[in-house]
């Protein structure tokens, strides 16, 4: 059964939380993991491989580079649910 944004978003939040101790509420879709969220390549490809075992999807490499905000994670984790 595939996840609704809200529940990728909560579980996405988590595992940021998780990995970098920002507070989950800091998660948001507008956000930039770089940018705002001041996250490093080497936490990225962790929180990569974290949610693709939490959502058990698969992001390949090339489409890390194309997750710059939450709301591109979120959109690319639930289209590849289905």
Known sequence: MALSEQEVLAGL?????????LDTGDVQLEKSF???LDI??????TIVTLA?????VRI???EVKNL?????AVSY?????A
């Open 77 to 81: 984790i639930t289209t590849a649910q």
């Open 13 to 21: 939040a988590d595992i940021v939380a998780e990995e970098t101790g």
């Open 60 to 62: 390949p490499d090339e």
């Open 52 to 56: 693709e075992e939490k959502f058990d």
């Open 34 to 36: 770089t940018d705002d």
């Open 40 to 45: 490093d390549s080497l936490s990225m490809m």
């Open 68 to 72: 710059v905000t939450v709301g591109d």
